[in-house]
Nanobody, 129 residues
Framework: QVQLVESGGGLVQTGDSLRLSCAAS????????MGWFRRAPGKEREFVAA????????HYADSVKGRFNISRDNAKITVYLQINSLKPEDTAVYYC??????????????????????WGQGTQVTVSS
């Protein structure tokens, strides 16, 4: 079992930046690909970004390309989501998730939430205009 805990959310203003963290713990975490998703009020959960265990493969939702950056520190067993130039439409609960499939070690997991085996509880990001 893997436990994921997100942090770093908060109330910010348009144009600010935030770095979200996702700390993992549990029996096994090695070679898991990771992803970030978000759920805005009244909307379905949507994919944001994903990264392979190696860190060499990433991909992003078109809506966040150029503003979001996903990274990881395997020594700290933590994945990060840097969010720049925040907009009110970025307001959402942000979730991290882990993909335990072997392929995610080298290739960023897909955007489908069904590919992920473990989920965190989320961290709220609210952007005021």
């Amino acid at each position: 079992q893997v436990q994921l805990v997100e942090s770093g959310g908060g109330l910010v203003q348009t144009g600010d930046s935030l770095r979200l963290s996702c700390a993992a713990s549990g029996r096994t975490f090695s070679m898991y690909g990771m992803g970030w998703f978000r759920r805005a009020p009244g909307k379905e959960r949507e994919f944001v970004a994903a990264i392979s265990w190696s860190g060499g493969s990433t991909h992003y939702a078109d809506s966040v390309k150029g503003r979001f950056n996903i990274s990881r520190d395997n020594a700290k067993i933590t994945v990060y989501l840097q969010i720049n130039s925040l907009k009110p439409e970025d307001t959402a609960v942000y979730y991290c998730a882990a993909d335990s499939s072997y392929g995610s070690a080298w290739h960023a997991p897909p955007s489908s939430s069904s590919a992920y085996d473990f989920w965190g509880q989320g961290t709220q990001v609210t952007v005021s205009s």
